[in-house]
């Protein structure tokens, strides 16, 4: 079984629940050494996703994915909002306007066109304590999982959890961050942690898709 216009309709609405959630923890922990508007900008992030993903009645995934990515994009809050609208909109590069109801192929798809856009935008990479650190491992995991959607889009969401994990051990390379090296080491970096929120809420709402 694959997704359809509900299933992405229910997937997105279930990451915005999981990110609304921590917006508090997400903006303690960016405080240690970032801007500390991170669970705000989240916030407004996943209130945007909860009111598209209810309004969309008609359209393409792919049409729908990239629409939602571009309000993300227009949300004020350092790089957050372009970032994470790539990301979003990214989920449907790779996938054709008439799609509508999605196979493993291309829910594979999904997550290998969503790497190839924020690979465009970012040089980050495992390592650098970004949300990449929990992107990456969520496309490898994607790529190589066995069954139908709702398996791939939960080792996809294991993955991205341990990444987020691991950053606890990293130094920060990027942002405002950086500035403080050595010190950030045993904090996890923010981004990472809401972007594995967001693949936990997808794999939530995707768990009836077999």
Not at 15 to 34: C, N, P, Q, V, W
Not at 69 to 85: D, N, Q, V, W
Not at 180 to 188: A, M
């Amino acid at each position: 079984m694959g997704l359809d216009q509900t299933d992405i309709k229910r997937m997105i609405s279930c990451a915005a629940d999981r990110m609304a959630e921590k917006t508090g923890y997400l903006g303690d922990i960016d405080s240690h050494f970032g801007d500390g508007d991170h669970g705000l900008t989240i916030g407004r992030i996943a209130a945007l996703m909860k009111e598209r993903a209810a309004a969309w009645d008609e359209g393409d995934i792919a049409g729908f994915l990239d629409d939602l990515g571009t309000g993300i994009m227009e949300i004020r809050g350092g790089s957050a909002g372009p970032l994470y609208g790539t990301m979003v909109a990214g989920l449907g590069a790779d996938l054709g306007e008439n799609e509508t109801d999605l196979d493993t192929e291309a829910v594979r798809r999904m997550f290998s066109g969503c790497l190839s856009e924020m690979k465009d935008l970012t040089t980050a990479r495992v390592g650098d304590k970004t949300m990449m650190d929990a992107l990456i491992p969520a496309v490898e995991a994607a790529r190589t999982a066995q069954g139908g959607a709702g398996q791939i889009f939960e080792a996809a969401a294991e993955a991205a959890e341990a990444g987020a994990e691991s950053t606890k051990n990293f130094v920060s390379k990027f942002g405002r961050a950086r500035n403080y090296g050595d010190r950030t080491i045993g904090t996890p970096d923010a981004g990472a942690v809401s972007t594995a929120l967001f693949f936990r809420g997808l794999s939530d709402g995707a768990r009836s898709a077999k």
